[in-house]
Nanobody
Framework: QVQLVESGGGLVQPGGSLRLSCVASGSEFSIYGMAWYRQAPGKQRESVAGISRGGSAGYTDSVKGRFTISRDNAKNTVYLEMNSLKPEDTAVYYC?????????WGKGTLVTVSS
């Protein structure tokens, strides 16, 4: 079992920045691939960024060049650095841990981009 707790969300103006954190507990963090997803009001949950056990990262097109995912295995934490935020980035952001068919989710943190 893995427990995931996200933090760092909040209200930010367009063009601003936020850093989300997700702390994992309960199992060996380094064996999991990690990802961030988001779900905007009235929309389906979508993948935002992922990082492999070895540190290889991938992003959905809409956030490339603006968001950066990273992980610190010593701290059992994955981060999402978000820059140049846009109103369309407004969503609940969820942390995900995956290994094979096993999938864990956090409860999410709300990011609101508005002036």
């Amino acid at each position: 079992q893995v427990q995931l707790v996200e933090s760092g969300g909040g209200l930010v103006q367009p063009g601003g920045s936020l850093r989300l954190s997700c702390v994992a507990s309960g199992s060996e963090f380094s064996i999991y691939g990690m990802a961030w997803y988001r779900q905007a009001p009235g929309k389906q949950r979508e993948s935002v960024a992922g990082i492999s056990r070895g540190g290889s990262a991938g992003y959905t097109d809409s956030v490339k060049g603006r968001f950066t995912i990273s992980r610190d295995n010593a701290k059992n934490t994955v981060y999402l650095e978000m820059n140049s935020l846009k109103p369309e980035d407004t969503a609940v952001y969820y942390c995900n841990a995956i290994r094979g068919a096993v999938n864990y989710w956090g409860k999410g943190t709300l990011v609101t981009v508005s002036s």
